[in-house]
């Protein structure tokens, strides 16, 4: 994880813009790393509530150096926040619908990619965390990671859920709290599917290097965890 702003930069400087037309009719863009294979795994990442910002493509460069074809969408349309306020208002004005038609149709297009064995796992950190697992709800996917998103969902929307979650979660989060993960384990375990939940001693965006809540060696561990989970299911 690239915790330097040049370095990052200059990580999100090697990747792709690819563009696509959702079917839904919208005209959205992501960030696209490969891996030296000819053929990989896929994930899908998404964004915390401040944007698709450097720092969340130079995660993707680290993912294709780990040998995956790797794939950070964006859901607020170029808009990058660096301030909360910014990020809030960003984030209330995302569209639930619109948003589903457009991480759904990314998993379609990762799934005929050239580059892909056909395998497509998601990940997302804070607001992007609710959405991976949005997203696998929405479409089935072979894995879920969720860093300390919004899971609060019943056993009946969790039904969907094709394969299994991976969840990390902070003890001194107030709002991704232990009610909510108690909630959606039981939710999981209703629904009969399969998860694996971590609980660090930090605080939310524990895994964010360029926050003060960043914990160095928490955020170690659950890469660690990451790329164990990720080598299993897909």
Same mark, same amino acid.
């Given at each position: ?6 370095? @990052? ?9 690819? $563009? &696509?037309? =959702? %079917?839904?009719?919208?005209? #959205?863009? !992501? ?89 497509? @796992? ?9 959405? $991976? &697992?949005? =997203? %696998?709800?929405?479409?089935? #996917?072979? !894995? ?91």
């Amino acid at each position: 994880m690239l915790a330097d702003p040049l370095l @990052a930069q200059a990580a999100a400087a090697t990747l792709e813009t690819v $563009s &696509l037309r =959702t %079917s839904g009719g919208q005209d #959205v863009s !992501a960030s696209l790393a490969r891996p030296s294979a000819a053929k990989a795994p896929m994930i899908m990442l998404i964004h915390e509530w401040w944007g698709l910002n450097d720092q969340i493509k130079a995660v993707d460069r680290e993912f294709a150096n780990e040998g995956y074809l790797a794939f950070a969408i964006d859901l607020y349309g170029g808009k990058v926040a660096s301030v909360p306020d910014d990020a809030r208002s960003f984030m209330k004005q995302v569209d639930p619908e619109v948003a589903t038609d457009t991480v759904s149709s990314w998993v379609d297009w990762l799934r005929i990619h050239d580059r892909g064995n056909g395998n497509v @796992a998601t990940i997302g950190w804070c607001f992007g965390g609710g959405w $991976s &697992l949005n =997203t %696998s709800l929405a479409v089935p #996917v072979d !894995a879920t990671i969720v860093y300390y998103g919004n899971v609060a969902k019943t056993a009946d929307q969790l039904k969907s859920l094709k394969g299994p979650v991976l969840g990390h979660f902070a003890a001194k989060d107030k709002w991704i709290n232990q009610k909510m993960i108690d909630g959606f384990e039981a939710g999981m375990k209703g629904a009969g599917k399969t998860f694996e939940t971590h609980w660090y001693e930090a605080n939310h965006a524990f895994a964010n290097p360029t926050q003060a809540r960043y914990d160095e060696a928490d955020a170690k561990l659950a890469w660690q965890r990451t790329l164990a989970f990720l080598k299993k299911h897909v």
